[in-house]
Antibody, heavy 121, light 110 residues
């Protein structure tokens, strides 16, 4: 059974930093591209960042480019999101998502339960 | 900036049929955007319903179907049930591992 378990959320002041983790199990993590999707309170879903299976290629939404860094440790089956220079508008539940295994499918097939990051003074 | 459009809200009667759409503010949605659809109830993670336009994810009832209608992707629910009351999001692939979600449609079954 595929499981994605996020952690690391909490309260942080504007301008601060936090690192989210996503522990993966039930599939071959090192062969799977991954991503982060967020949802501000009462708002819709927003794709934030993605990473290739090897970690060699990363992608970001314009809203977080230059402030967030996605990475992974395939030896630990863990995905990360380092979030710096946080803004109030970054407040959201952050979901870890597994990209579909078929390169031509281009969707997310499994989702974690999410971790809440609150940016407030 | 790419804007993906969805109806903010929709209502359907139990047993009825409803079609939710997913468009592009400046353009047409085709299969080349690999449209996918996700269902989300309050406080829960999204659930994958449809991918590559019209393929149902494992375990998804066949009352859910996807298609391209005109210049939009569409999600049709045939024979709506009370527990279909959820938020529905479409996702379009823009290429180069970049995705954009629509704003979501809140579906009420009453």
């Amino acid at each position: 059974e595929v499981q994605l378990l996020e952690s690391g959320g909490g309260w942080v002041q504007p301008g601060g930093s936090v690192r989210l983790s996503c522990a993966a199990s039930g599939f071959t993590f090192s062969s799977s591209a991954m991503g982060w999707v967020r949802q501000a309170p009462g708002k819709g879903l927003e794709w934030v960042s993605g990473i290739s299976d090897s970690g060699g290629t990363t992608y970001y939404a314009d809203s977080v480019k230059g402030r967030f860094t996605i990475s992974r440790d395939n030896s630990k089956n863990t995905l990360y999101l380092q979030m710096n220079s946080l803004r109030v508008e970054d407040t959201a539940v952050y979901y870890c998502a597994k990209r579909s295994p078929t390169p031509s499918s281009n969707y997310f097939d499994y989702w974690g339960q999410g971790t809440l990051v609150t940016v407030s003074s | 900036q790419t804007v993906v459009t969805q109806e903010p809200s929709f209502s359907v009667s139990p047993g009825g049929t409803v079609t939710l759409t997913c468009g592009l503010k400046n353009g047409s949605v085709s299969t080349g955007f690999y449209p996918s659809w996700y269902q989300q109830t309050p406080g829960q993670a999204p659930r994958t319903l449809i991918y590559t336009t019209d393929t149902r994810s494992s375990g998804v009832p066949d009352r859910f179907s996807g298609s391209i209608l005109g210049n939009k992707a569409a999600l049709t629910i045939t024979g709506a049930q009370a527990d279909d009351e959820s938020d529905y999001y479409c996702l379009l692939y823009m290429g180069s591992a970049i995705w954009v979600f629509g704003g979501g449609t809140k579906l009420t079954v009453l």
